[in-house]
């Protein structure tokens, strides 16, 4: 195999799919002044980019055959398998020595497979799934948990500091993976928590504002309580992170649990809910929604003020 050695300004970078995440991460890298070819379903979404000075891609096969380090952001497990191993995928022109960069979230133990497969061609295969949603992807401020080798990891982390500040090397394929369903776990809990302490003001008939207040002061403080609590309390739910996505997320960790015969019946719970969601039709608003399933679950109404 190639040796990975440090990337060189002279790589040529790839990304494929630029939805609400991947468009930003992508016009950072480029912003970083790498090569950028990109690739995605719809053609506008790809302008924005070109605009930049990114060249548009046919198919992820082309990016392959451009770039040395290839990105990847879709939404699931089967998209990931498609964009790299179906018809014109990366694999029919990935190259010895190149890396492929999922910052998808996914499954581990598929993203593991993938690893693999990828390997026996000569290439190396990251997977750097992302938190901080839409807004830290176009801050550049995105936290990375990242699985792969040292080497792969080494090569691809100036590329990484272009999209994120909090960059971590987990352990070996899969790890970056399980990082992001630990922080769905943690986020989803304190997600529901932080909503059952905004409804329980409201109905007392004590101000949610200043009790948000309050809270930020003392140990209840946190990035959930500060940006989702507000979103709450506004009934403002224009997506950061669709409720879909999450509920696909805490899928995926309770895949992962069901493959390990572990337990995680507060993740499950909370899941339960984002079906319910879901299932309402409101899985494109942001997932602080949850507020509305359980203010109208108690009987207060879904447009509480």
Do not use: W
């Not at 939404?75 to 398998?81: I, R």
């Not at 890396?99 to 979230?105: E, Y």
């Amino acid at each position: 195999m190639k040796n990975l050695g440090k990337l060189a300004m002279s790589d040529k970078v790839g990304f494929i799919g630029l939805g609400i995440m991947g468009r930003p991460m992508a016009l950072n890298l480029k912003r970083a002044d790498h090569a950028l070819f990109v690739h995605a379903r719809r053609k506008e979404s790809m302008d924005p980019l070109v605009a930049a000075g990114a060249i548009a891609c046919a198919t992820g096969a082309e990016v392959a055959r451009q770039a040395d380090v290839i990105f990847t952001m879709v939404a699931d497990t089967p998209d990931v398998e498609k964009v790299i191993f179906g018809p014109d995928g990366i694999i029919e022109g990935v190259r010895a020595g190149s890396v492929v960069v999922d910052m998808s979230t996914i499954s581990p133990s598929a993203t593991r497979t993938m690893a693999e497969r990828l390997r026996e061609r000569g290439a190396e295969m990251l997977d750097a799934p992302v938190s901080g949603g839409e807004a830290g992807a176009v801050q550049g401020v995105l936290s990375i948990m990242v699985g792969g080798t040292d080497a792969a990891y080494s090569r691809v982390l100036p590329l990484f500091e272009a999209m994120g500040r909090n960059i971590v090397l987990v352990g070996g394929n899969g790890a970056g993976q399980v990082c992001k369903c630990c922080n769905q776990i943690a986020i989803s809990q304190t997600m529901a928590g932080v909503g059952e302490a905004i409804l329980l003001a409201k109905a007392s008939g004590v101000d949610p504002v200043k009790v948000r207040e309050a809270l930020l002061g003392g140990s209840a403080k946190s990035k959930i309580l500060e940006i989702h609590g507000q979103r709450m309390i506004d009934n403002d739910y224009n997506p950061g992170f669709k409720a879909g996505l999450h509920q696909k997320d805490l899928r995926v960790v309770l895949e992962t649990a069901y493959e390990l015969g572990i337990a995680l019946p507060g993740t499950a719970l909370v899941s339960q809910h984002l079906n319910a969601l879901v299932g309402r039709g409101l899985g494109d608003l942001d997932s602080a929604a949850l507020f509305r399933l359980l203010a109208d679950s108690s009987g207060l109404g879904m447009d509480m003020s």
